[in-house]
């Protein structure tokens, strides 16, 4: 299974330039050409996980080639179990996107199919990069092709949306490569494991962590700085949407737990409560928020920046568990929560941006004033809905509970409140989304538009039946998912908690 | 006990809900009722057969399914704990699943949305049976949403009724509520006991008794308590206890088979169930079990007030189901969960029974659910109102019918028992006792007996306002509008359930007195740690039950049962002015009342209004005005400046210098790659 890696993350690319190159005039064989890269990968990500091996928590498929040796950067490439599954789930999650733009997008359709495949490529090599240079690269060159789509197939306030988003992740980005590169001075090389290894004080670490705070928490995103993800989502194709909220949020939650709790272990410590806290207000106040919303998109955007609140609260409530504990009993289990939180948001939060994609693709509206009674004239489409309307809610059953009821039980070993406050996401989340559902699926046709609606045609059938038995797979049985991050996870606790002063 | 029995029961069901959901359109109606109607008999016998090896003596079965998920080495796994409490309650849930059932075949059977109800009500039974059979929290958690999630479904199942939609929203956030209480139970005891499974829990009951939670830098709360109150929250938002309960009479809004099976029979009582299983916890918990006890009582009365002014018949039974809650509630407050749970199931049979009654009515009525529109109907539809009646004469408690047994021992364990709240509790269910049978009679009698009100109904009936407002009319209704007529008594489809349902509940407690009360037939499922306030052995005896029934004609609830039933016929039946003219005289209690306490207004106008005004608050003020108008906005200047760069590029070429430039930026890689 040598290289594997490397042809997950170069197919796609190639493939993208493929389509480029066959432009709009082909676009006949450019889709076909997308749609088939994009299984291909898919296919070839089954191996990463039944060759995994889930009993280490060593990097596997391994690879190492001499990239800019001037620098001692190199093509390192590598999985372990908490980088693995978020392969996966782009390579899982970049099909529907392909089929969902089957027969909408007429405007440049190569250069958009392009764009898509190349940000795979792109992303699945944030996720393998073991080696910071490397991560950086992939890290502001999957930027491009999410700024382009964002930019050229958006919506009317698309510029003011790419901008913002541009700057947001940009600024964050800067300071990541700050603190990269004066690691790299003191330890020499970009290997992650060496600047994990590497000691630093606490000065230091404080600065670190700081900067890497920046750069993830606009990812994740985090109270305060989450502002251009309505924005972005709202402007974004669906597709760019899908992407957005499933995969790119993820590499927020990605690089804490790669980089800021193993690298600056003790400012984690010292500033865990400054990470708890924002992410309890993620989900408190962007709960009240989404309630309000007017814009199905909109809406479902803070009601992502809500759930990815419990990726961030499980990852660092470890360090109150062990204070207030003094044991580590616990401690993987928020993490563990983290994670399947971020897997089975990439799938959920994917499938209602596909379900707004939809109705929007048939009325050209998002607002949810435009709509009620869809389920008179689209039953099919308004069980999907429903289904993941539920699972976002958190329903036992779903992928949408896993995680928030990991991270719910594992808050109340670090203080009664945490668990409290998160757990408000079960009346909030479920008020949110089901006034949604009420307000456009239910009710009776409010509008000749809405009784002229057709149904889901099979294309988009296959797309959302194949996101529900994967959100409703891992609700009845995550046991193999959490199966293979668990070595993972524990070398990561004990990273996190062991002091490098 | 054969594990694959065990299955099956709530697996069959669960396939023959998807079946009946995926492929309606293929099976067709037939199909579908033939297929759930199958399954839900199948798990009835499975569960009957299961009961009689535990009678035989079978030891309890406690084992694991499969493993849900391993996280930080606490297990979490999917199992079934079958003792005598689980199957009691598995041979109620599907036997009432069963006859109602088939009792929809009648009711919805012009319904366009016939398959999906019938898939609706078999998944029902499959997460009931999860809930009551679980050994483990997650498992209980589980089937305790998704109970709530086929109740959001069939309480909206009319979906084009933008109150039937309204009320399930309702319905499942109030119930979402109750599990935040839940929830944060369940993880205290994971907290104490690094597991999910419920004989961990137990065995640790006294050790987290001692122990305390900080809640505040200052104060702790005994742990225990804590935990025990967390869950009853959940309880109390699924068994619509007083302040969560304002779900129960919207849900009534749902068809009425699912009022019977999920809002009175079944469902609600997943609370009650939860809080006997838990009994050795709670049994630790002093504080826990006050709450519960006055939570119960205030229940049990004031809910049932309501019942007394309702015009609607489906609302009156629904308040009767909310007082009666609150008499399980109390029983539990009272460490009687055996009372609780033997009230539950004569309950489920004769409050199963009125709703089928009032659905059966509802029928013969042409969709008619105000009281005051009927009247003199026993003469139309005479099994219904005879059935009717013996539901009526068992909810209030007349010696020898079922639910005397059950209403009479809880009233006796309240009233011997010295908890905290014991007083207040007590008197409440007694003058509940009143009041049950004041509502209930005076339903009766508005219904069944008395001048016929129906004809002149049906002259003002049509009312233009209403009929467009619903474009996809129940083609039930529509038919019933033309062919509009006298009151008709329903097919045997209705009618055999209701008889089905009215044996046992004449029967039942009589019959099972004996082994629930006083024979220890639950044996080691339930706990109690203080023995003090037993029910004596009295009916132990052989031929205890009629004793018991003599002995109840010497007790107080009776005679106020009796006097309430003399007071709704004199005020419904003999002098009707009687009642208008106590409204008139106590017009602040009648408006309160009328209002239900005005807890709905609290909660749409101040909850709601507030809910949205904090998140309006924090959009426009914290993101919009804040975040975006200091933060970026102060920066605003350089997004202008590098807006209008962008805006002189091109944008047609933008696209492609990116490409090109990224290409670039890879072949230029390359080449370091190679040369340096």
């Known amino acids: 299974m040598h290289g594997l890696l490397s042809i997950l993350i170069w197919l796609p690319i190639a493939a993208g330039i493929l389509v480029l190159l066959l432009g709009d005039a082909r676009i006949g064989a450019g889709r076909w050409l997308a749609l088939v890269a994009s299984l291909t990968t898919l296919a070839l990500a089954v191996p990463l996980w039944t060759h995994f091996d889930p009993g280490s928590a060593a990097l596997q498929f391994p690879e190492l080639a001499p990239w800019i040796p001037r620098f001692k950067a190199f093509y390192a490439l590598g999985v372990d179990g908490i980088s693995m599954p978020l392969i996966v789930l782009t390579a899982f999650m970049t099909v529907p996107v392909v089929i969902a733009g089957w027969s909408v997008i007429d405007m440049r359709p190569a250069q958009y199919y392009a764009a898509f495949l190349i940000m795979e490529g792109l992303m699945i090599g944030v996720f393998a990069a073991t080696d910071a240079l490397l991560f950086y690269f992939f890290w502001e060159a999957m930027l491009i092709p999410m700024f382009l789509i964002i930019g050229i197939w958006g919506g009317p306030r698309r510029v003011y949306a790419t901008i913002k988003f541009f700057l947001y992740t940009f600024l964050g980005s800067v300071f990541m490569l700050a603190a990269l590169i004066y690691m790299y001075v003191k330890a020499g090389d970009y290997s992650i494991a060496s600047l994990q290894a590497l000691p630093l004080t606490l000065i230091e670490q404080r600065w670190i962590f700081c900067a890497f705070l920046l750069a993830f928490a606009v990812k994740v995103p985090m109270w305060p700085v989450h502002t251009w993800l309505p924005d972005a989502h709202v402007e974004a194709p669906t597709g760019g949407s899908v992407i957005l909220a499933a995969i790119m949020l993820k590499m927020g939650g990605y690089g804490f737990l790669r980089f800021s709790l193993p690298i600056a272990p003790d400012a984690s410590r010292e500033l865990d409560l400054l990470v708890i806290a924002l992410s309890l207000i993620a989900v408190v106040y962007i709960g009240f928020v989404a309630l309000v919303q007017q814009d199905m998109k909109k809406l479902i955007a803070y009601s992502s920046i809500a759930h990815m609140g419990f990726v961030t609260l499980g990852a660092f409530v470890v360090y109150e568990i062990v204070r207030h504990t003094g044991s580590l009993a616990g401690a993987g289990m928020g993490m563990d929560g983290a994670m399947v939180q971020m897997i089975s948001h990439g799938l959920i939060s994917g499938a209602l941006f596909l379900c707004v994609g939809v109705l929007y693709d048939r009325l050209h509206s998002r607002q949810i004033a435009d709509y009620g009674g869809v389920v008179n004239t689209m039953p099919v489409f308004a069980s999907f809905m429903v289904l993941f309307a539920l699972a976002n809610a958190g329903l036992p059953g779903t992928s949408g509970f896993v995680g928030e009821f990991l991270v719910i039980i594992a808050s109340f070993r670090a203080s009664f409140w945490y668990a409290l406050l998160a757990a408000v996401t079960l009346v909030l989340g479920a008020a949110y989304t089901l006034w949604l559902v009420k307000r456009v699926v239910f009710g009776p046709v409010v509008s000749p538009r809405v009784a002229g609606l057709k149904d889901l045609n099979g294309r988009e059938t296959v797309v959302l039946g194949a996101l529900a038995v994967a959100v409703l797979v891992v609700g009845v049985w995550p046991a193999p998912l959490l199966k293979v991050m668990q070595p993972t996870i524990q070398h990561l606790v004990s990273q996190a908690v062991a002091s490098k002063l | ?676």
């Not at chain 2, 997650?138 to 309204?166: C, D, H, K, N």
């Not at chain 2, 505040?216 to 938002?237: K, Q």
């Not at chain 2, 509802?362 to 105000?370: F, K, L, N, T, V």
């Open chain 2, 1 to 676: 006990m054969n594990p694959t029995v065990l299955l099956a029961i709530p697996l069959l069901p669960l396939a023959a809900g998807v079946i009946a959901g995926l492929g309606g359109k293929l099976i067709g109606r037939a199909g579908a009722h033939t297929i759930t109607c199958l399954a839900v008999a199948a798990s009835c016998v499975l569960s009957c057969m299961v009961l009689r090896q535990l009678l035989a003596g079978a030891p309890t079965y406690d084992a694991p399914v499969y493993t849900w998920l391993l996280s930080d080495a606490v297990p979490m796994q999917v199992g079934f704990l079958v003792d005598r409490l689980s199957a009691l309650m598995m041979v109620v849930v599907t036997f009432v699943s069963l006859c109602v059932h088939v009792y929809t075949i009648g009711y919805m059977h012009d319904d366009p949305g016939y398959t999906r109800f019938f898939s609706y009500i078999s998944l029902f039974t499959f997460a009931m049976l999860m809930l009551v059979m679980s050994n483990n929290f997650m498992q209980l958690f589980f089937g305790w949403e998704a109970v709530g999630v086929v109740s959001y479904l069939l309480i909206g199942f009319w979906y084009t009724r933008p109150s039937a939609t309204f009320a399930g929203l309702k319905a499942f956030i109030v119930n979402r509520i109750g599990d935040f209480g839940f929830v944060l139970g369940i993880a205290g005891v994971v907290y104490f006991t690094h597991s999910l499974g419920y004989r961990e829990a137990f065995a640790a009951a006294p050790h987290i008794a001692q122990a305390l939670v900080p809640v505040s830098s200052a104060t702790s709360v005994n742990a225990l308590t804590l935990i025990c109150v967390c869950l009853f929250i959940g309880a109390m938002g699924k068994s619509a206890q007083v302040p969560l309960h304002v779900w129960l009479p919207d849900s009534m809004e749902g068809p009425t088979p699912i009022s019977a099976l999920i809002h009175a029979a079944t469902m609600v009582t997943a609370g009650i169930f939860m809080v006997a299983r838990m009994s050795p916890l709670f049994e630790y918990s002093e504080g826990a079990l006050s709450f519960v006890l006055v939570i119960g009582a205030t229940t049990a009365f004031f809910m049932g007030l309501l019942g007394v002014v309702s015009n609607d018949i489906k609302r009156v039974i629904a308040y009767s189901t909310l007082s009666q809650l609150g008499y399980m509630t109390v029983a539990l407050g009272a460490s009687a969960y055996g009372a609780a749970i033997f009230h539950l199931m004569t309950h489920a049979f004769f409050k199963a029974l009125l709703f089928l009654a009032a659905g059966s009515v509802i029928i013969g009525m042409h969709h008619e659910q105000d009281m005051r529109k009927m009247g003199g109907l026993a003469r139309y539809m005479p099994i219904t109102a005879v059935t009717c009646w013996i539901g009526a004469l068992a909810l209030v408690g007349t010696p020898f019918f079922s639910g005397f047994y059950s209403k009479d021992a809880i009233v006796e364990a309240v009233g011997a028992s010295h908890r905290w709240g014991a007083g207040y509790a007590y008197w409440c269910v007694l003058c509940g006792v009143f009041v049950t049978a004041l509502y209930t009679f005076r339903m009766l009698f508005m219904t069944f007996h008395g001048p016929e009100r129906f004809p002149q109904a049906h002259a003002a009936h049509p009312d233009p306002h209403e009929e467009p407002t619903y474009p996809i009319l129940l083609a039930a209704e529509v038919q019933h509008e033309e062919h509009a007529g006298p009151p008709h008594e329903s097919p045997a489809v209705v009618t055999v359930p209701l008889i089905a349902l009215a044996i046992p509940s004449v029967l039942i407690g009589a019959l099972t007195v004996a082994p629930l009360l006083f024979g220890g037939y639950f044996g080691s499922s339930i706990f109690v740690l203080a023995r003090g306030h037993e029910l004596g052995t009295l009916g132990a005896e052989p031929g205890g039950w009629l004793r018991l029934a003599l002995e109840g004609f010497a007790r107080l609830p009776v005679y106020l049962a009796l006097a309430g039933a003399i007071t709704a016929w004199l005020f419904f039946l003999r002098r009707p002015g009687w009642a208008d003219e106590a409204a008139r005289r106590a017009h602040g209690l009648y408006t309160l009342l009328v209002n239900k306490y005005y807890f709905d207004w609290f909660n749409e106008k101040v909850l709601a209004a507030l809910a949205r005004g904090v998140g309006v608050g924090l959009w426009k003020g914290g993101d919009q005005a804040l975040i975006d108008g200091v933060m970026v906005d102060g920066s605003a200047a350089g997004v202008t400046w590098v807006g209008s760069l962008l805006r002189r590029v091109q944008s047609g070429y933008l696209y492609s210098y990116a490409f090109w430039m990224m290409i670039g930026l890879a072949l230029l890689l390359a080449w370091f790659l190679g040369h340096v």
